[in-house]
């Protein structure tokens, strides 16, 4: 069996994101990834709308990154909606629980270049509610 994406599909596929088809004998819908995705998704066991929320993020960084006053702040995402931008991840967090969010519903990271690499690479990061761990460095 082979499904054919079309362009528009691809290109989302290849970001990261999941794309939606539909079988045309049982109208049944379908979520298709690329496998690097599902297959990081399935051996971690994280949460669907932390992995959907960080392909955002990892979507829109090099955006975020071009914009040097951004670099280093925090920013929030619930799914594919950017919940803000702050040099806070506790005022991102309570944001987040503001909207009555589950935390398997929302990702917050930061703008740096580090998003980019997997989880496992990321050893030491800026801790996200110590405000004051940059000052004192």
Not at 87 to 107: A, N
């Amino acid at each position: 069996m082979q499904i054919v994406l079309t362009e528009e599909q691809r290109l989302l596929a290849e970001k990261g994101q999941a794309v939606e088809v539909v079988d045309s004998t049982t109208n049944q819908k379908y979520m298709v990834t690329i496998r690097p995705t599902f297959e990081a998704t399935a051996k971690r066991e994280i949460p669907e709308g932390i992995v959907v929320s960080r392909i955002a993020l990892r979507r829109d960084l090099p955006e975020l990154l071009s914009n040097k006053r951004l670099v280093g702040q925090w920013v929030a995402y619930h799914r594919n909606e950017r919940i803000g931008i702050s040099p806070s991840g506790q005022t991102l967090l309570k944001q987040c629980f503001d909207r009555d969010l589950d935390e398997t519903e929302f990702y917050i990271g930061w703008i740096d270049s580090s998003e980019l690499a997997e989880i496992e690479e990321i050893e030491d990061r800026r801790p996200l509610f110590d405000e004051d761990a940059h000052e004192n460095s």
